[in-house]
């Protein structure tokens, strides 16, 4: 119940296109849900997040997509460019100490 | 945003050594701090959560008497691996949950420390 599944694994994208990484949950008592990129050898860099009382995000060209009946939310990067290649972690928390629960990871690659 | 950093940023040592991590907020107070392993190509897995001036809270399956977190201040965690052994070679993260009024859910990530245990 504490899992978060997160889809694809890894993802190449052609510049200018969108990536769209997907991750579902179980447990209806996570009210935040962040996206982190990281890249080769650094920690991971929050991206975005978004709580369970809105349906979208958007900050310049990434969005988080929420759907809480599903219990799936989901990270577009709309124009991707080569410098968004990288591991992308959707994580999910909960409780006072908001200990994330992190997805697998989703390794992207923008091709040029 | 907020700044977390992490020293060193790479150290190699011999095994049965004992090496120390630490980890600081730089221009927040944290009142809370995670640390993290992580394995190539896998994703975070947390070792402890640590609350300044409290003992800290491991996972299932971490040895506390191995991993040694000290939590001495709001803006100063360190972890000291124990008498380090070559399976102990990993990328550590630390980071850090604000208590202020900046994004008070955000965990705040620092740069990593590869250690390598020969």
């Known amino acids: 119940q504490q899992q978060v599944k997160q889809s694809p694994q890894s993802l190449i994208v052609q510049k200018g296109g969108i990536s769209i990484i997907n991750c579902a949950y179980e447990?209806?008592?996570?009210?935040?849900f962040p996206w982190y990129q990281q890249f080769p050898g650094k920690g991971p860099a929050l991206l975005i997040a978004?709580?369970?009382d809105v349906s979208e995000k958007k900050e310049g060209r990434f969005t988080i997509s929420f759907n809480k009946s599903a219990k799936q939310f989901s990270l577009h990067i709309m124009d991707s460019q080569p410098g968004d290649s990288a591991t992308y972690f959707c994580?999910?928390?909960?409780?006072?100490?908001?200990?994330?629960?992190w997805g697998a990871g989703t390794k992207l690659i923008i091709k040029p | 945003g907020a700044v977390v950093s992490q020293h060193p940023s790479r150290v190699i040592c011999k095994s049965g050594t004992s090496v120390k991590i630490e980890c600081r907020s730089l221009?927040?107070?944290?009142?809370?701090m995670f640390w993290y392993r992580q394995f190539p190509k896998k994703s975070l897995m947390l070792m402890a959560t640590?609350?300044?001036?409290?003992?800290?809270?491991?996972e299932q399956g971490v040895e506390k008497d191995k991993f040694l977190i000290n939590h001495a201040s709001l803006t100063l965690s360190t972890l000291t691996v124990t008498s380090a052994h070559p399976e102990d070679s990993s990328f550590y993260i630390c980071?850090?949950?604000?208590?202020?009024?900046?994004?008070?859910?955000?965990?705040?990530f620092g740069p990593g420390t590869r250690l390598t245990v020969l």
């Open positions: 980071s850090a949950r604000s208590t202020g009024t900046r994004g008070f859910n955000e965990q705040f």
């Open positions: 221009d927040f107070q944290a009142t809370t």
């Open positions: 640590s609350n300044e001036g409290s003992k800290a809270t491991y």
């Open positions: 447990n209806t008592a996570f009210d935040y």
């Open positions: 978004i709580r369970p």
């Open positions: 994580a999910a928390a909960a409780g006072s100490n908001y200990q994330l629960i």
